[in-house]
């Protein structure tokens, strides 16, 4: 069926380190990626997203690009803060929009 | 902008209590969804509504039922709250339709434990 896998965490690093979370699918179709971030005490928000092959999701210095050839979109950051301590959810949804497959999400510390 | 709106946020239930779930948008989205959140397990689909007058099961359905009261709102009901359904309880909406366009709001969450 549609899933989702991301790296389990948690991830710690220092401030203004480089960061990866990677992120494979598995889809009968051509779905839409996303990856959303929760912030400690509230809901889910888009962080960014690529509804095709090649395409690359970018927001606040994060970037995604969705690789069908490895079924792949890793989250990139190339210098995190403190502020972006979270958890960060990869996801997917099909033509229909009608159901989102979630990842377990990766638990994001930045210490300074 | 209040997008998607959760009430209450904080419940406290006991085994065999009933309560239900609020959840309105005011974004004008078809789609609406209920999400449970558990440690370990991500975010798993309960019910969601594709348009008004619609539902239709996700991955874990037992336990609950659900109500499109109209476009804005879609309750989520417990009839008889089991220590296994303390979790954080998520309501989205959506535009649906063409998913190149599509994308998902999330409610605040509301922590629910049942004792």
């Known amino acids: 069926g549609d899933s989702v896998t991301q790296m389990e965490g948690p991830v710690t690093l220092s401030e203004e380190a480089f960061l990866t979370i990677n992120c494979t699918y598995t889809?009968?179709?051509?779905?839409?990626l996303f990856w959303y971030v929760q912030y400690p005490g509230e809901g889910l928000q888009l962080l960014l997203k690529?509804?095709?092959?090649?395409d690359k999701g970018s927001n606040k210095g994060f970037e995604a690009t969705y690789r069908k050839e490895t079924t792949s979109f890793h989250l990139e950051k190339g210098s995190v803060q403190v502020s972006d301590s979270a958890v960060y959810f990869c996801?997917?949804?099909?033509?229909?929009?009608?159901?989102?497959?979630f990842g377990t999400g990766t638990s994001l510390t930045v210490i300074p | 902008n209040a997008g998607v709106t959760q009430t209450p946020k904080f419940q406290v239930l006991k085994t065999g209590q009933s309560m239900t779930l609020q959840c309105a948008q005011d974004m004008n989205h078809n789609s609406m969804y209920w999400y449970r959140q558990d440690p370990g397990m991500g975010l798993r689909l309960i019910y969601y509504?594709?348009?008004?007058?619609?539902?239709d099961k996700g991955e874990v359905p037992n336990g609950y039922n659900v109500s499109r009261l109209n476009k804005r709102e879609f309750s989520l009901r417990l009839e008889s709250a089991a220590p296994s359904q303390t979790s954080v309880y998520f309501c989205?909406?959506?535009?649906?339709?063409?998913?190149?366009?599509?994308?998902?709001?999330f409610g605040q969450g509301t922590r629910l434990t049942v004792v």
């Open positions: 996801a997917l949804t099909l033509n229909t929009g009608n159901q989102f497959y």
């Open positions: 509504s594709a348009s008004e007058g619609t539902t």
């Open positions: 889809a009968t179709g051509y779905p839409s």
């Open positions: 989205a909406s959506g535009t649906g339709g063409n998913s190149r366009r599509y994308e998902a709001f």
């Open positions: 690529a509804t095709k092959a090649d």
